[in-house]
């Protein structure tokens, strides 16, 4: 496994690589998730190349960039472990040279839910994503449905600059209680750790509604407000019940019928926010107000 930091070794690095190269970029700290996605590429593509960069922009002023978990050497052996060919581990002055000013704005869909509360989020993450594609030029790049408006920003960001880059999603990877796995989970105490579930039994218990013919988007949003307002130790910072490309709210003036439909949530457990969504498959999420 050869690594790079510099823009020049990774052009040299890159002249060798076989075709087609899958890029999986992330944060480091790595956990089962990641490894889903470099285990995906390893399957599709010749050459799997992964980015380790803890990229400032897409953290906001009171984030947790500092404090933000760091094993460099653990994620290096996870990915030769793993089978990655090229790691590239940028620093900040690298990816952010010296009087840095041209950003990727993704305008519409980072307008909504983590968009709206974080903002300048998304325009650190297409740009830093957009430098990532720039200095590696993958064939593919894979991401995870953990992250599902992240993967509706990339997805515009490359139809709009013409990345001739395939998008591809992996399913989000859990604990066995269902909490969606994330190196932000390092934060909790037990008992947060124990309270973090919540997320996904909100999410649950909408999505067995939904089976059992649910399709009112209001009345799914508030089973899942419910069941994290029933946990002390949780307080909800939004629920979503949205169109899974436009991110539009369903029941707010959208069509009236819908392919499908993404629940997403944001939650603080004690000082730690975290993130989670599935995905509603059927036709029956109607919007209640026409
Ligand atoms: P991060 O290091 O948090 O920026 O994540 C890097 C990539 O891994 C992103 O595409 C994430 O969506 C993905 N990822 C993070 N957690 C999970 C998970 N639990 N299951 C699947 N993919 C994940």
């Avoid at 946990?231 to 069509?255: F, I, K, M, N, Q």
Wanted: glycine letters at 8%; one cysteine or more.
């Amino acid at each position: 496994m050869q690594i790079v930091t510099t823009l020049a070794e990774l052009a040299t690095a890159r002249e060798a690589l076989a075709a087609p190269v899958g890029l999986v970029p992330t944060m480091g700290y790595l956990h089962k998730g990641h490894l889903s996605l470099v285990r995906r590429a390893r399957d599709e593509c010749a050459t799997v190349a992964a980015s380790i960069f803890v990229n400032p922009t897409q953290f906001g002023p009171s984030e947790d960039l500092s404090s933000y978990p760091r094993n460099l050497d653990g994620d290096l052996g996870a990915f030769e472990a793993a089978g990655v060919d090229l790691v590239w581990t940028p620093t900040p002055e690298v990816m952010y040279p010296p009087g840095f000013q041209t950003w990727v704005t993704v305008e519409e869909v980072t307008k909504r839910l983590e968009g709206e509360r974080r903002p300048g989020h998304f325009r650190g993450v297409a740009t830093v994503v957009a430098k990532l594609f720039n200095g590696v030029r993958p064939q593919r790049a894979y991401f995870g449905q953990k992250d599902a408006q992240q993967v509706v920003v990339i997805r515009q960001m490359a139809r709009d600059l013409s990345y001739p880059i395939e998008i591809v999603v992996c399913p989000t990877v859990r604990e066995a209680d269902g909490l969606a796995m994330s190196s932000r989970n390092a934060y909790l105490s037990p008992q947060e750790r124990e309270a973090a579930t919540v997320l996904y039994r909100g999410l649950a218990a909408a999505r067995a509604a939904f089976d059992a013919g649910e399709c009112d988007a209001e009345k799914l949003r508030q089973i899942v407000a419910d069941r994290v307002a029933g946990e002390p130790l949780a307080r909800l910072d939004y629920v979503s019940c949205a169109h899974p490309d436009t991110l539009e709210e369903l029941g707010r003036g959208s069509p009236t019928r819908f392919s499908g439909a993404l629940l997403s949530l944001a939650a603080w457990v004690g000082n730690t926010r975290l993130i989670d969504n599935v995905v509603l498959e059927e036709e029956r999420v109607r919007d209640p107000r026409p």
